[in-house]
């Protein structure tokens, strides 16, 4: 069907997208730091070993589901969501939009992002760009961008993927920020106090 295999390459096309940039950034960073190692210590916080153990099996569970979905496997068929045609192309534009959103706070932070929880000497805190509304750009960047990849593929998959991703980043983000309290102390409270996490603060609504 034309328009399905038009909604598969707009899905290979976001994804791959995201995957060369993760990995473009991730490169870089890690360049940038290692020119820098005369900086000082690095402090990692433990997130515990079942947060790895989530993690390791997610992302398992997705490349299993990204050969079935590259090889059109039938047993994705009882996965399949009925959605309208205008819903999957609403993923695509959020899709699209999330790698440029991502692209933009990863770009900001430069240097000071890492994977696992840590600071270092003389870390900085960045408060430009989209951390000037929201503390969590780059995990709202991946909310959007994996909403707009399960939209496009209508499948149930990676809507479940999708939600056990924001319960691990619902869990992650308070233990981020606790350490962010004890590097920056009053520095980062009043930061919270302008900004929301995920979404910005409007008017006294807030995104805590």
């Known amino acids: 069907m034309p328009m399905e295999s038009l909604f598969r390459t707009a899905f290979w096309i976001i994804f791959g997208g995201m995957i060369v940039m993760q990995v473009c950034f991730t ?19 433990d997130e515990g070993w079942h947060h790895a153990v989530v993690r390791a ?29 205008w819903l999957r192309w609403i993923g695509v534009v959020i899709g699209a939009a999330s790698l440029a959103f991502y692209a933009w706070s990863r770009a900001t932070l430069g240097k000071e992002w890492s994977s696992p ?37 209508a499948n149930w998959f990676l809507f479940l993927f999708l939600v056990i991703s924001i319960v691990d980043l619902g869990l992650r983000i308070p233990k981020e920020e606790r350490m962010m309290i004890d590097e920056f102390g009053g520095e980062y409270e009043a930061y919270m106090q302008r900004t929301g996490r995920l979404l910005p603060r409007w008017s006294g609504i807030t995104s805590r």
Do not use: C
């Not at 490169?27 to 916080?45: L, V």
């Not at 589901?65 to 009925?82: C, D, G, Q």
């Not at 503390?135 to 593929?153: C, E, N, Q």
């Open 57 to 85: 099996s997610r992302a398992i569970a997705l490349v299993v589901f990204l050969v079935m979905y590259a090889i059109n496997s039938p047993w994705l068929e009882v996965l399949r969501l009925p959605l309208p045609d």
């Open 27 to 45: 490169f870089r960073a890690r360049q940038t730091r290692t020119r820098k190692a005369a900086e000082g210590e690095t402090i990692e916080r």
């Open 117 to 153: 929880l840590q600071v270092r000497e003389h870390h900085h805190l960045v408060t430009t760009g989209p951390y000037a509304w929201v503390r969590h750009p780059i995990y709202l960047s991946l909310i959007v961008f994996m909403t707009g990849i399960a939209l496009i593929a």
